[in-house]
């Protein structure tokens, strides 16, 4: 799904469905903040940050993109950094 300016109120959360071949940077049913790369969208591909904390490009059939409101994103960011190390 290629992100356009109709959504860009919206954030992006990528839905994970497979980890096979990557068990150490992605967990099968965890939200992950996906990052626009309209070149990675091109081949197949989007950003998300994975367990390492880094943005890495995977095959979009590994996850489902979902759309939130702000207001839920901001939720879910702040209850992400209360647990940062």
């Known amino acids: 799904m290629i992100m ?3 959504h860009a109120s919206a954030a992006y959360f990528a839905l994970c469905l497979s980890n096979e071949d ?4 992605l967990e099968v049913g965890k939200l992950y903040r996906a990052i626009p790369d309209e070149e990675a ?3 197949g591909y989007f950003r998300v940050i994975d367990e390492s904390g880094e943005d890495y490009a995977y095959s979009t059939e590994r996850f489902y993109l979902i759309a939130l409101p702000q ?3 901001q939720s879910l960011r702040s209850a992400s950094e209360e647990f940062a190390v």
């Open 41 to 43: 969208a091109v081949h």
């Open 22 to 25: 990557y068990p150490a940077s």
């Open 4 to 6: 356009d300016k109709r």
């Open 71 to 73: 207001a839920v994103e």
